[in-house]
């Protein structure tokens, strides 16, 4: 008479950690799906409960959104220690929503646009990097702070109707400046030098040169009238 082994003894006496490590099967896996709450969320892996089940699973990589404590989720039993979370159906008011993905990540659209809308927009990265043909930013108010910042272009125009500067040094050289000033130029300094190689000239409908102590004028010719 043949006897009927239990399911427990025909189990495999072991199990590989990873899924992709499991010699391939002859016989498709079987699975069954059910939903569950989230009871616990560990480093190393999440506890679901579903009615009398109750067991830890992994988050499958589709599964974007990272599940929480509380969270009813949609979970691939394919082993009684096998559980993949494939998503989250509810979850409580007022818990943030992460989505995480391990590994180098990259967002493909073939065609059309992506856009983001939020009312509060982030970024955070040791390393941030732009490119592109054009680039617009439109803004009410904005503010850049850095320790260093460096603005490299053929061409570089600024317009505006107020340019506020504060610097403890500033050193400028150009081949050609040209300014022009339609109101009033004032320049108010300690110790004031201006030196040119070939010539110097002063010009005005009316020109005051005032030194409260002392005015002082070398050269070779000085010309008067």
């Not at 199990?15 to 709450?37: D, I, K, L, M, N």
């Not at 506890?47 to 989720?73: E, F, K, Y």
């Not at 008011?93 to 659209?109: D, S």
């Not at 505006?160 to 400046?177: E, I, N, P, Q």
């Amino acid at each position: 008479m043949t006897s009927i082994k239990s399911p427990r003894t025909l189990a495999p006496k072991a199990r590989p950690a990873a899924v992709a490590a499991r010699a391939p099967s002859p016989v498709p896996t079987p699975a069954e799906t059910c939903v569950g709450v989230i009871t616990a969320v560990t480093p190393t892996g999440l506890s679901v409960r579903s009615g009398s089940l109750h067991s830890t699973g992994q988050r499958a990589a589709s599964c974007l959104l990272v599940p929480a404590l509380g969270d009813t989720v949609v979970c691939l039993r394919v082993a009684p220690d096998e559980v993949w979370v494939l998503a989250v159906l509810q979850r409580e008011e007022g818990v943030e929503n992460v989505l995480h993905c391990a590994g180098p990540t990259r967002l493909e659209v073939s065609a059309g646009a992506l856009s983001l809308r939020a009312d509060e927009l982030s970024l955070h990265s040791k390393h941030f990097a732009l490119r592109a043909d054009r680039a617009d930013v439109v803004t009410d108010e904005a503010k850049v702070m850095g320790r260093q910042l460096r603005v490299v272009g053929t061409a570089v125009k600024l317009v505006g109707s107020l340019l506020s500067t504060v610097f403890d040094r500033v050193t400028h050289h150009s081949k050609s400046h040209l300014r022009t000033t339609e109101g009033l130029d004032r320049v108010h300094a300690t110790h004031l030098e201006c030196e040119a190689q070939q010539l110097l000239r002063l010009s005005g409908q009316h020109t005051l040169v005032n030194g409260e102590k002392l005015v002082k004028t070398r050269g070779g010719q000085i010309h008067f009238g």
